[in-house]
């Protein structure tokens, strides 16, 4: 953990500009994909016009193969800079069903036990869940993408059809964590500014990286 003038780092560069990126990626790809989607609806709804992105059918697919590039190869940057670069392990590990549950149930009673770089062992595992799950919408996207060169993938995903649902129960997973990963950054606001700036004062513990 490095030191600065009394603060500490506790977000590495390459994890605040890849976490912003996506962050813009994945937007576009949930608003124009809700575009997308209002054009052969997999169920008996339609999201509302206002929050979609694209205008039409043609222009929404053009934003969605647009961000898709940036969010899989951004993605790419940070899963391996995670994994080669220790900072999975520094951070997200060690990850038990026991110690989520405790903090869970500590959440419950109000106790939200948050120091500035260092995760709680919820935020470790909706981290590691989101992660898993923006891994499963490029995937299934892709079998979407390209059923034909994608087959075997597809057919593990029970085809076509099942690609499209599973496609839309990952968007639908992310769109949970935003709204409660975002409740908690409001809930925890001092949070916030090291996400930009990457440093937070000495008197609170700093990440292991
Ligand atoms: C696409 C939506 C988002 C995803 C998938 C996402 C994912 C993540 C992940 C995986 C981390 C941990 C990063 C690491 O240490 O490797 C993180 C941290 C963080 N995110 Fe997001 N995020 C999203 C949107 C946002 C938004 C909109 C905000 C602003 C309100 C935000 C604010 C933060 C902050 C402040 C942290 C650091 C939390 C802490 O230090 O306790 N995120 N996010």
Same mark, same amino acid.
């Given at each position: ?45 339609? !999201?509302?016009?206002?929050? +979609? $992105?694209? @205008?039409?059918?043609? %222009? &929404?697919?053009?934003? =969605? #193969?647009?961000? /898709? ?80 060169? !994608?087959?075997?993938?597809? +057919? $593990?995903? @029970?085809?076509?059809? %099942? &690609?499209?649902?599973? =496609? #839309?129960?990952? /968007? ?38």
């Amino acid at each position: 953990m490095a030191t600065q003038g009394g603060k500490i780092l506790v977000h590495p560069l390459l994890v605040r500009i890849t976490h912003w990126i996506n962050v813009v990626a994945m937007l576009i790809m949930i608003f124009s994909g809700w575009r997308i989607y209002n054009a052969s609806p997999l169920f008996s709804f339609k !999201f509302p016009v206002d929050l +979609t $992105l694209g @205008g039409w059918l043609g %222009g &929404a697919l053009q934003w =969605h #193969f647009a961000a /898709m590039w940036v969010l899989a190869f951004n993605g790419l940057a940070y899963l391996l800079y995670g994994i080669f670069g220790g900072h999975f392990k520094a951070n997200f590990l060690p990850l038990t069903p026991r110690a989520i549950w405790n903090e869970f149930a500590k959440a419950l009673r109000g106790k939200i036990a948050h120091e500035v770089g260092v995760y709680n062992a919820v935020q470790r595992a909706a981290y590691v869940g989101v992660i898993c799950v923006i891994v499963g919408l490029v995937l299934t996207g892709l079998v979407i993408w390209k059923p034909v060169q !994608f087959q075997g993938l597809g +057919t $593990l995903m @029970g085809g076509f059809e %099942g &690609a499209r649902l599973l =496609h #839309f129960l990952c /968007m639908s997973l992310v769109v949970l964590f935003i709204f409660v990963h975002v409740v908690m950054v409001a809930l925890v606001p001092r949070t916030f500014l090291p996400m930009l700036t990457g440093h937070a004062k000495t008197n609170n513990h700093g990440h292991g990286d």
